[in-house]
């Protein structure tokens, strides 16, 4: 149990698009999303956090406007990066938790992104 | 704010051997959890072993293992037999009973077990 998944696992878009990114947990219902980047050999730094159907709280330094994050239905948020420049090229993970008692969080497999 | 220090950016061990990944904290509060988890190449999250701050007895899962030090604020991972697939990233991480699931994490420490 405990499954979340993340779609797609790579993506190579070009300077100037947008791309979406969704995050699903498969077998619970979660509360809480958490969307990390984490760039290679570093740790995972958390950009925002989001529940179902309000507004995600993001991090100091992220741009919200640039990193558009969803929590429409309570297994289900998108993070979208819009007009994407090759710095946002990264290692996107996003984790889901179900229970506010053990803050056990459960993590997607990762989406590799590369801007051109 | 919490803070987690993992000082040992790379460590390796003989496979069958034992080894100790050191992690300090630092924070105010006195009800949190501690997390280890393991990242793969896979890249993966893996969850390692939990304890929870007001437990005094260590937790263990199988080879696994931690010493955790609540003065000390420091909460360190025994592995124990070693085997090739403990090859990864292990990651310290922090989580208040008031921070809404929110974790703190650790810079890492890549572990390399060799044959």
């Known amino acids: 149990g405990a499954v979340v998944s993340q779609h797609p696992s790579r993506v190579i878009c070009k300077s100037g698009t947008s791309v979406k990114i969704e995050c699903r947990s498969l077998?619970?219902?979660?509360?809480?999303m958490f969307w990390y980047r984490q760039f290679p050999k570093q740790s995972l730094m958390l950009m925002a956090t989001?529940?179902?159907?309000?507004?995600?709280?993001?991090e100091q330094g992220v741009e919200k406007d640039k990193f558009l994050i969803n929590h429409a239905s309570l297994t289900l948020s998108t993070l979208t990066v819009t007009s994407a420049h090759p710095e946002d090229s990264s290692f996107y993970i996003c984790?889901?938790?179900?229970?506010?008692?053990?803050?056990?969080?459960?993590f997607g497999p990762g989406t590799r992104l590369t801007v051109l | 704010a919490q803070t987690v220090t993992q000082s040992q950016p790379e460590m390796s061990v003989q496979e069958a051997e034992t080894v100790t990944l050191s992690c300090t904290y630092d924070?105010?509060?006195?009800?949190?959890?501690l997390f280890w988890y393991k990242q793969p190449p896979s890249r993966q999250m893996i969850l390692v072993i939990r304890?929870?701050?007001?437990?005094?007895q260590n937790a263990t899962e199988n080879r696994f293992s931690v010493n955790f030090q609540k003065a000390a604020k420091s909460f360190s991972l025994k592995i124990s037999d070693s085997q090739l697939g403990d090859t990864a990233m292990y990651f310290c991480?922090?989580?208040?009973?008031?921070?809404?699931?929110?974790?703190?994490f650790g810079g890492g420490t890549r572990l390399m077990v060799k044959p």
């Open positions: 077998d619970f219902q979660a509360t809480t």
């Open positions: 991480a922090f989580a208040s009973y008031n921070a809404g699931n929110m974790l703190t």
């Open positions: 924070t105010s509060e006195n009800n949190y959890y």
């Open positions: 989001s529940n179902e159907g309000s507004k995600a709280t993001y």
């Open positions: 984790s889901a938790t179900f229970t506010s008692v053990s803050n056990e969080q459960f």
């Open positions: 304890q929870e701050a007001y437990k005094q």
